[in-house]
T-cell receptor, first 112, second 117 residues
Framework: SQQGEEDPQALSIQEGENATMNCSYKTSINNLQWYRQNSGRGLVHLILIRSNEREKHSGRLRVTLDTSKKSSSLLITASRAADTASYFCAHKPMEYGNKLVFGAGTILRVKS | ETGVTQTPRHLVMGMTNKKSLKCEQHLGHNAMYWYKQSAKKPLELMFVYSLEERVENNSVPSRFSPECPNSSHLFLHLHTLQPEDSALYLC????????????????FGQGTRLTVV
């Protein structure tokens, strides 16, 4: 299977704390992306990191990529109740140019 | 608003019905996708269209039939579905990946919540 895996499956934290989610994949990739989904709605793109990049920042988000370990992490700093959502990583396998493969996701709950 | 619009948002259909899901984007993207999201399962890629040609069909049963008449519109025609086909169906679009690049991020519609009774 090409699908990625996230851990933890679910994460519950207090507002103001940092949240870290991890993702692993199995193939060589062009890029890896993180998405957010509010309950039962469409996915919203958060950040894209290319295979030749190791770290990327966007506001309160920090993404790392380790291609040797085929893993990535998403850090959300100073979390807010509005960050409550499901977070998915998705990767583009090198040999399938237009295929975006998603992991099972991490459900994040931020308590106020 | 992501710029990708799906209709209808909710659909209840019987197993003998025929219905269609519609997806529309005016972002100038040239790749479009159908995904299925079932409870407690990862998103499953169903079909990929690139420059209006189907380039990916992930062993999807023939009761699901995609159509891409132009780069802005994508349909999913449904017939004789089963209760296990009940799910959230998501459409997405992106710029087609070229040889030198992995393409860009995907923009998703809000999905169609399908219930088969």
């Amino acid at each position: 299977s090409q699908q990625g895996e996230e851990d933890p499956q679910a994460l519950s934290i207090q507002e103001g704390e940092n949240a870290t989610m991890n993702c692993s994949y199995k193939t060589s990739i062009n890029n890896l992306q993180w998405y957010r989904q509010n309950s039962g709605r469409g996915l919203v793109h958060l950040i894209l990191i290319r295979s030749n990049e190791r770290e990327k920042h966007s506001g309160r988000l920090r993404v790392t990529l380790d291609t040797s370990k085929k893993s990535s992490s998403l850090l959300i700093t100073a979390s807010r109740a509005a960050d409550t959502a499901s977070y998915f990583c998705a990767h583009k396998p090198m040999e399938y140019g237009n295929k975006l493969v998603f992991g099972a996701g991490t459900i994040l709950r931020v308590k106020s | 608003e992501t710029g990708v619009t799906q209709t209808p948002r909710h659909l209840v259909m019987g197993m003998t019905n025929k219905k269609s899901l519609k997806c529309e984007q005016h972002l100038g993207h040239n790749a479009m996708y159908w995904y299925k999201q079932s409870a407690k399962k990862p998103l499953e890629l169903m079909f990929v269209y690139s420059l209006e040609e189907r380039v990916e069909n992930n062993s999807v049963p023939s009761r699901f039939s995609p159509e891409c008449p132009n780069s802005s519109h994508l349909f999913l025609h449904l017939h004789t579905l089963q209760p296990e086909d009940s799910a959230l169906y998501l459409c997405a679009s992106s710029i087609r990946a070229g040889r030198a690049a992995g393409g860009t991020e995907a923009f998703f519609g809000q999905g169609t919540r399908l219930t088969v009774v």
